[in-house]
């Protein structure tokens, strides 16, 4: 006999946290019992001091009791743009994925339906690798399609597609050409907007059908309907010949068992959701197999048994030798043929068949598989738990749980008021008003709590605390106290404890760590690089990359869209590849449009001096082409010149936002001497006008730049705004970092004819860049390249051993290596393993710091503007498909290529007989240049 379990309340009910009054009652008591324990014996409930324990052990559990609801009531909010829908990420928006896998993109053609015209035209599509061979004569080092020469190699070109393409059976073949709103130009957006980096899709081929022909008579139960029974036949058989495709809802997908990381994993698609094993099953057949046709039919409701069936083939494409299985031709549908025949009978009783009824039946079916894709295009969201919002911070003072005749509460002192009980009365209220306070800081934190901690939260304090209300005679305790503004009131308590940039960057850590990344290492170099600016810069880097983490994790291994042709999707444009984006945020690259580099903000300006030598000054503009900061100084060389800016910018924007603020606030009208205000000077004129200059962080505080403006500042106001401006505009938004990344893959000619074009190009990777042509130039070559020396040939070591492939999953990254963060050998090695961590681990990247600032008097060393130049023009041939010039503007791309030559920090060979020692970089072999100045030259 089993034993008899009975229900029973536990004895000790007690949680022993927050929401335990009775555990923060004798933990109370146990504190003051160590606290004072030899001045205070009595604990008894009618005790003051017990009393106010007890007060404050109830507020306590008030906020324990609010901090343990529901997380989705803690974050909901009234307040749309708070509310909890804006504090994550959706499922729909981190999930997902471009395509990368060739299920993925055949999801995405898949997923076309047409505005006007067919809803579903593509029944299914398979990607297929192309294969693209090219030939390498040895002696030349000579590409071509076709072999050539007497020593000829070849290899093939990888990451090219052609798209096999099912179209829906009733399609119109207007719908399938070449117009804009055409199915093939559809596809083509798609997979050009969803392009993978280093891959290409050639060309789009109908896929060719296979004629079969099933012939089976077969008996059905007496309650069935014949009509509806053929066409499910119809439909079965042809599904297994084809398999379909459907789209399922999210719902449907969970209850198919699946996660949701395997649900949303791939690309987001418009028509809901397609089961990965269901695409992988939908191959085209190498073979039909007669035991799976009748499996298949023999599960249709209302079919009895099968007399007879068999099947062969329609034409003379594959000769059959087998009754049971029929193998089908490479790449190619099998599809039901006209000599196909069903039959059926009910018992011994044939049944003639209503042909317009089976279509009837037909229609029906396919109308209801359209609602189910309505269901599932329509339900493909995770809904977001929606919570009950509460006022979390609503807080009323403890001041009125107090008995009355303590007369602290609303209702005064009752009974006999004096003098002395009022005194006694306030003093127990200002002693009170401490707990009252950090408890309203408490409950506002609380209530905070959904926007600190949101991905989208804009918030720039830490600490928070609101107005206390309710307390009778509050203004004859305290005084000053701002009970409009919170804010004001948080600013006045908690300015000095909180350290804003550094507990957000705290907070930023947490929630990009969520997303598994991490900004230790780069921060670590921007304190060496930008010392007390550091935190503020990088904490701007981070938000920069949180905004944006959607596309950044989303699109990390896009290439650019090249079919884009407006002026705007060109140049001066972030229309470039995802590995790009992401790569300019984790680097923290302010601007990472495509743009030209070498027309920096940045002047460094040759002039000459009475006695004819050569001196370099430097001037920086703002983003109205106004000059903001020049140099007071000339020098005489050039790196003197440009380690004094660098030097500038850091001294101007050393000063953090907080102490600018409260310096600033200091300023007064019409003062004869000034205090620094970080490293900046600021000068008053005998006419009533403010100038400032940058100083260094020496004793002397010698000037080192000053500030240029149209006209000077005539007013203490203006001088504070410019001030303040000045010093946004270095720290947020003055740069002349940027990203270049070509892709190999793009130069290859894309006609046979590639003459046309103006001849092909090769690439070399591994030492420098060269270019070779196939075709004689008008002037001749005074010292011809060796095939080897060629930028994109194949050839190494004059092919003895191999040759090699140029173009496939090959990419070159151009920086501009002038940049301060740039030239520094820590920051690069950085930078170039951060490159590769991030691109996909096939491709493999050159990487170049490269190019020279635009002058007053001279242009830049050609090498960056150059390139600018050559892939401009190539970017803007490539959008537009201008055959006749496309040939030439690669050229001239690898041509500028050629002339790309990493720069390094400028570091110099010591003279002992000179004392200066300005120049006092490290002599590193392979990353510096090497100077040898003359005596006093610097």
């Not at 020593?151 to 070109?157: A, C, G, I, Q, Y």
Request: with cysteine; aromatic share 10%; glycine share 6%.
């Amino acid at each position: 006999m089993s034993e008899n379990k009975h229900i029973s309340i536990p004895k000790n009910i007690e949680t022993e946290d927050q929401n335990d009054f009775h555990f923060l009652r004798r933990t109370g008591i146990e504190y003051i019992e160590k606290l004072g324990g030899k001045l205070w014996t009595d604990y008894n409930s009618h005790d003051p001091g017990i009393t106010t324990l007890e007060v404050l052990s109830y507020a306590i559990t008030d906020l324990g009791m609010r901090m343990n609801l529901n997380m989705e009531d803690i974050l909901t909010s009234e307040d749309t743009k708070k509310d909890i829908h804006t504090q994550f990420l959706k499922a729909t928006e981190i999930l997902p994925s471009r395509p990368l896998t060739e299920l993925d993109y055949r999801k995405l053609f898949i997923d076309i339906a047409m505005s006007a015209g067919h809803k579903r035209p593509i029944r299914n599509c398979w990607l297929v690798p192309k294969n693209e061979t090219l030939y390498v004569d040895c002696e030349t080092g000579t590409l071509d399609f076709n072999p050539i020469g007497e020593r000829t190699k070849h290899f093939d070109v990888k990451g090219l597609y052609d798209l096999y393409v099912d179209y829906a059976e009733d399609i119109d073949t207007s719908e399938i050409g070449c117009g804009d709103s055409s199915v093939k130009a559809m596809i083509l957006e798609r997979y050009h907007a969803n392009r993978s980096l280093c891959e290409d899709l050639v060309e789009i081929k109908p896929v060719e059908t296979q004629d079969v022909a099933v012939c089976a008579r077969i008996g059905l139960v007496n309650k069935a309907d014949e009509e509806l029974v053929h066409a499910k036949v119809l439909k079965t058989v042809n599904n297994y010949l084809s398999p379909e495709v459907h789209f399922y809802s999210l719902n449907q997908m969970l209850d198919k068992g699946l996660s949701t990381d395997q649900i949303f994993e791939g690309p987001l698609l418009d028509n809901g959701f397609i089961d990965t094993e269901e695409l992988k099953n939908s191959q085209l057949r190498s073979e039909i197999r007669l035991s799976d046709i009748i499996s298949e039919i023999m599960k249709i409701d209302g079919v009895k048994e099968i007399h007879e069936i068999s099947i062969a083939g329609c034409d003379s494409i594959i000769t059959q030798n087998n009754d049971w299985v029929i193998c089908i031709e490479k790449s190619r549908k099998p599809e039901l043929c006209d000599l196909s025949s069903f039959s059926y009978s009910k018992g011994s009783l044939p049944l003639n068949i209503n042909d317009k009824k089976v279509q009837e039946y037909l229609e029906t079916l396919k109308r209801e598989e359209e609602v189910l894709r309505n269901d599932a295009r329509q339900n493909k969201e995770l809904v977001l738990p929606q919570g009950t919002s509460y006022d979390l911070s609503n807080y009323a003072t403890i001041l009125n749980e107090f008995p009355d005749t303590y007369g602290v509460g609303v209702s005064g002192i009752i009974g006999n008021q004096n003098p002395e009980r009022e005194a006694l009365a306030k003093q127990m209220k200002g002693y009170l008003l401490f707990f009252d306070q950090i408890l309203a800081s408490y409950f506002k934190h609380l209530e905070k709590v959904k926007e600190v901690l949101s991905v989208g939260g804009n918030l720039t304090r830490t600490y928070f605390t609101q107005a206390l209300k309710n307390i009778k005679g509050f203004d004859e305790l305290v005084s000053n106290y701002d009970t409009d503004c919170d804010n004001n009131l948080t600013d006045s308590l908690y300015e000095e404890l909180d350290n804003s940039v550094e507990r957000r960057n705290e907070v930023l850590d947490h929630l990009i760590s969520r997303f598994a990344e991490t900004f230790s290492d780069y921060t670590f170099l921007m304190k060496s690089l930008y010392g007390n600016s550091a935190d503020e810069i990088v904490l701007s880097n981070k938000q920069n990359f949180l905004n944006e983490y959607k596309s950044l994790s989303k699109d990390r291994g896009l290439g650019y869209n090249y079919t884009l042709f407006g002026n705007s999707d060109v140049w001066n444009t972030d229309n470039i590849s995802g590995a790009q984006k992401r790569i300019s945020r984790l680097l923290g690259l302010k601007d990472y449009t495509q743009r030209n580099l070498s027309q920096s903000p940045v002047s460094i300006i040759k002039t000459q001096d009475t006695d004819g030598k050569d001196k370099y000054t430097w001037k920086i503009k703002d983003v109205d082409n106004n000059i903001i900061l020049s140099s007071v100084n000339s020098y005489k060389i050039e790196y003197g010149a440009t380690k004094n800016l660098n030097e500038s910018i850091y001294q101007m924007i050393q000063i953090d936002e907080e102490d600018l603020k409260n310096a600033l606030d200091a300023l007064q009208e019409g003062q004869s001497n000034y205090e620094l205000i970080g490293n900046i000077k600021i000068r008053f004129s005998g006419g009533g006008n403010y100038y400032f200059d940058v100083v260094d962080d020496t004793k002397e505080k010698n000037v080192m730049a000053t500030h240029k403006r149209n006209n000077p500042y005539s007013d203490i106001g203006t001088l504070k705004t410019g001030i303040k401006n000045t010093i946004k505009y270095f720290k947020y938004e003055f740069t002349e970092e940027g990203i270049f990344l070509v892709e190999h893959l793009l130069l290859k000619p894309t006609i046979k004819n590639y003459k046309a074009m103006g001849g092909i190009g090769c690439m070399s990777i591994e030492e420098t860049f060269r270019v070779a042509y196939d075709i004689e130039p008008e002037t001749p070559v005074i010292n011809p390249l060796k095939p080897s020396e060629a930028l994109m040939s194949s050839c190494e070591e004059d092919c003895e051993i191999d040759v090699y492939d140029p173009y496939s999953y090959r990419i070159s990254v151009v920086l501009p290596g002038f940049a301060y963060r740039f030239q520094d050998p820590d920051f690069r090695r950085y930078a170039e393993t951060v490159i590769r961590q991030e691109i996909p681990a096939h491709v493999l990247a050159k990487i170049c710091w490269v190019g020279d600032r635009f002058s007053e008097t001279e242009a830049a060393q050609n090498d960056l503007a150059e390139f600018e130049v050559a892939f401009k023009k190539y970017l803007s041939d490539k959008s537009k498909n201008n055959t006749a010039s496309l040939g030439h503007s690669i050229k001239a791309l690898l041509l500028s290529l050629t002339h790309l030559n990493n720069i390094y920090r400028p570091a110099r060979l010591l003279d002992c007989a000179m004392d200066d020692d300005s120049l006092n970089g490290k002599i590193i072999l392979g990353q510096s240049n090497i100077y040898k100045p003359k005596k006093n030259e610097y």
